[in-house]
């Protein structure tokens, strides 16, 4: 005989127990896990080194999934350079094409000279951040804390 599963009463063959009224169909509730971030089993240092990678896209990415604040200032940090220098660079460009090609080697020494700072800072960051070290790119580590509070 059959016997209920809250209460202990027998039931026979009901679905409801005719006692405490539990039901006896449905099945166990299944565990609540707890939410893990995806980037949980990463070291910080290799996430942080990771902000950097792709510039500002991989810096968006780790700004939305990953929680730990050292990861999320190096990641709001990447947006703020990389997506800086974008921005100058697009700007140069429209005041070049607008300029009618005037000044060609102007213009190519200041994209030669924003290209190597891009790639400096973009190779200093990645050594720092793998280190673990904070290293504040000055106007953009400012415009990181705002992003990440």
């Given at each position: 005989m059959p016997f209920c599963k809250a209460c202990?009463?027998?039931?026979?063959?009901?679905?409801?127990?005719?006692?405490?009224?539990a039901n006896q169909t449905a099945s166990a509730p299944a565990p609540v896990m707890p939410a893990v971030s995806p980037t949980e089993s990463l070291q910080e240092n290799v996430a942080g080194l990771l902000c950097y990678l792709v510039g500002w896209i991989t810096g968006i990415i780790f700004l939305l999934i990953d929680k730990r604040p050292w990861v999320r200032f190096h990641a709001a940090q990447s947006i703020a350079v990389f997506g800086g220098l974008t921005v100058i660079r697009i700007a140069l460009g429209m005041f070049h094409f607008a300029s009618g090609l005037i000044g060609w080697g102007f213009f190519g020494l200041l994209f030669t000279l924003l290209w190597l700072v891009g790639v400096v800072l973009w190779i200093v960051l990645m050594i720092k951040a793998f280190q673990h070290q904070t290293w504040r790119v000055p106007i953009a580590a400012d415009i990181a804390d705002s992003l990440t509070k």
């Open positions: 202990g009463q027998e039931i026979g063959n009901a679905n409801f127990c005719p006692k405490c009224g």
